[in-house]
């Protein structure tokens, strides 16, 4: 049984699914915005402006819907920022397309637009704008970012202790970059949760923290080398799938003799090696446990895989697998321990250890405190995804490769680009209407997995390549070349300096290809920052609207201008808590200064990363390319049968 649903991918109904999730999620966007009180199923009540919490606890129906709220948490999953504008973005774009009345030849529009006005925008219009991140920038990056999750007093704290943790775990700059993949992806197991404590009692400590008790604690000075174990040290009597058959008590009583022989010269092994301390992810036997206190060994056991997996990384040191009889074998993968000793959190006993790290991360756990767990977990939260939004800073956004050929070789009267691709396939989504009353995390993702083009991991790879099929999209690159240079710049070491700089804009009268030249090789260089509070979209509106005049397909023209006054609903609805016309104040301001090449006014509330903004906007425009593409969605109420063909006898 089955039921369909024809013409999902009109854009009125895309439009007003889209903006029934914007008028869920634009009152808690930008630092003036207000908080919802979700309830959990626990009853607890969790007050909070994260947009992605925000879109899960909408419960979304429509499969359309559900799609927008997956693309945009999967571009906050990627970028570490941008849920809640994502969301108010796609309205406006759809609004502005449904206003129109684009016609069928609106999605190769899309992506004419991408290559012909956008692209050039950025390149030769935005980008002389830019501004390399001033030395001490990571407060005033961090700030305005949590601004949008926290309240004032939480955002200030969370972003000194924020940048205090880069500037400790990278003491050198142009480790930056790794050290921000670590503490995106191993956050988790970098910071410990303290309830019933202010914010303000959150320290910072060397080492990390075992969320374990010693089994068995040998206090020992100075330096020690530590062993990682995944199995019980305990011998075997026989090898795996052999049967060992005991017939009498004298013969129990001899094996348990051997395993305890055996287990004591294992102990005496590790102690002739200097090994003081045994890390284990397994539960040790007793019999470990009592000749580890008997030769001076600690013992931490039932360690989680993602801790031992962080002190692999940290120290180069991989797991003991003791071998059969050879017990005399030096044992060479050892990490070296500055201290170990026990921590009491609260009423929690914990394990506090020093590693000597073997690469540039240095490691320290931050100590998080909040007056209950679901506070706790936010600022975690919000703190992660800040180290995955600064990892942005420090990517390059590059232009394509035909465009860039062809500015560097023609002048303004011929510098429309002709692109071509094949028509896209029209794309047929299944939903299962069994539980479509949930918008979970693992549903988005699932969702997220089936209908998107693949995204490397920019934490284990140096290469971002947001690849969609049948799009056109700039590769994004972290050039190490600008990663040095960025990384100088944001040295925390040298304490907070007030940004300050000037928005020049360049004159219209200089050259296009003069200016393909200067900038052939990427739309955004690694570091480049705006200040806060709609900069971006406001100079990316003005040349989008500036390049779009120079178009010859009126269709791209049109899509030009949906875009660029979509843009500005971001500012709009910052500027909406503000006083009265305020943005209409800001925006006439700006367009005047534009216009007669004066430098804007710059705030001093912060910084944000281009690259993550101008991502942003590439998402939002994949997103209404593949909604415009669905054109049938079937509702399955139960799994497919498995069918399989077998032969009869009748068949003979």
């Known amino acids: 049984m089955c039921r369909t649903s024809a013409s999902l991918g009109s854009p009125p109904r895309l439009w007003q699914e889209a903006a029934a999730l914007a008028g869920a999620v634009r009152g808690a966007l930008g630092p003036r915005g207000g908080r919802a009180l979700l309830l959990r199923p626990t009853g607890e009540a969790l007050p909070t402006r994260d947009g992605r919490l925000l879109l899960e606890a909408l419960s979304v129906e429509p499969p359309a819907a559900r799609l927008m709220a997956a693309r945009a948490c999967s571009h906050r999953a990627a970028t570490g920022d941008g849920a809640k504008s994502f969301v108010v973005l796609l309205a406006a774009v759809l609004g502005g397309l449904q206003a129109a009345g684009a016609g069928a030849g609106l999605r190769r529009a899309l992506r004419d637009f991408e290559t012909q006005v956008l692209e050039r925008a950025a390149a030769r219009g935005l980008r002389r704008h830019l501004r390399p991140a001033p030395p001490g920038s990571l407060e005033p990056l961090l700030e305005p970012y949590l601004a949008g999750r926290l309240g004032p007093g939480e955002r200030r704290c969370l972003a000194r202790l924020g940048a205090e943790m880069c500037r400790r775990c990278g003491p050198a700059a142009a480790a930056r970059p790794r050290v921000l993949r670590l503490l995106g992806r191993r956050f988790a197991e970098l910071h410990a949760a303290v309830p019933g404590l202010p914010l303000a009692s959150s320290r910072l400590l060397p080492g990390i923290i075992l969320r374990r008790d010693f089994a068995a604690y040998c206090p020992t000075d100075g330096e020690l080398r530590a062993l990682l174990v995944t199995e019980p040290l305990r011998p075997a009597l026989t090898a795996p799938g052999v049967e060992f058959v005991v017939d009498s008590e004298g013969q129990y009583q001899a094996s348990q003799r051997w395993i305890t022989r055996r287990t004591e010269a294992l102990m005496k092994h590790l102690q002739s090696n200097n090994v003081k301390l045994l890390l284990s992810s397994v ?10 206190k008997l030769y001076g060994v600690s013992v931490v056991e039932c360690l989680s895989s993602e801790e031992m997996a962080l002190i692999s990384e940290i120290t180069g040191v991989s797991p003991y697998t003791p071998v059969g009889d050879n017990m005399d074998r030096e044992i060479t993968e050892t990490a070296v321990v500055t201290f170990c000793q026990s921590l009491l959190l609260v009423s929690k006993r914990c394990v506090h250890i020093g590693f000597a790290s073997v690469c540039a991360f240095q490691p320290h756990c931050l100590v ?20 995955i939004m600064l990892q942005q800073l420090f990517k390059t956004a590059d232009q394509r490769e035909d465009w860039k050929a062809e500015g560097e070789s023609q002048s303004k009267a011929s510098d429309v680009c002709t692109w071509h691709s094949s028509a896209t396939q029209k794309q047929l989504v299944i939903e299962n209407t069994c539980n479509t009353n949930q918008v979970s995390e693992c549903q988005l993702k699932a969702l997220s997995d089936e209908t998107e ?4 991991d920019s934490d284990k790879s140096d290469l971002l390549v947001h690849n969609q099929k049948k799009h056109s999209i700039p590769v994004l690159v972290a050039h190490y070349s600008d990663t040095v240079t960025a990384c100088e710049c944001l040295d925390v070491g040298k304490g907070l300096e007030k940004t300050c700089f000037h928005i020049v804009p360049f004159k219209q009268e200089e050259s296009c290809a003069g200016i393909a030249q200067d900038y052939s090789s990427c739309l955004i260089e690694a570091g480049s920052v705006l200040p806060v509070g709609g900069y971006f979209e406001i100079l990316l509106h ?33 500027y909406g808590t503000a006083e009265r016309d305020g943005f209409t104040k800001f925006y006439l301001e700006a367009i005047n200064l534009l ?4 430098p804007l006014p710059v705030n001093n509330e912060g910084l944000e990363s281009v690259y993550c903004k101008y991502q942003l906007v590439i998402s939002v425009l994949h997103c209404v390319t593949e909604l415009l593409s669905i ?14 063909d077998r032969d009869s006898e009748d068949d003979t």
């Open 283 to 292: 539960k040790q036997e007793e019999v470990v446990i009592y000749y580890a």
């Open 368 to 387: 998080l405190c909040g007056p209950v767990d679901g506070v706790n977990e936010q600022h975690a939260a919000a703190l992660q995804e800040a180290f």
């Open 453 to 456: 083009g693949k995204i490397f």
């Open 542 to 574: 003005y040349y989008i609207q500036d390049y779009a005049k120079q178009c010859q397909q009126s269709e791209v023209t049109i899509v030009s201008k949906v875009v660029a006054d979509a843009l500005l609903s971001i500012p709009k609805a910052l």
């Open 595 to 598: 216009r007669k090449n004066q």
């Open 631 to 644: 054109d049938l969605v079937i509702g399955i109420r139960r799994p497919l049968q498995k069918t399989e």
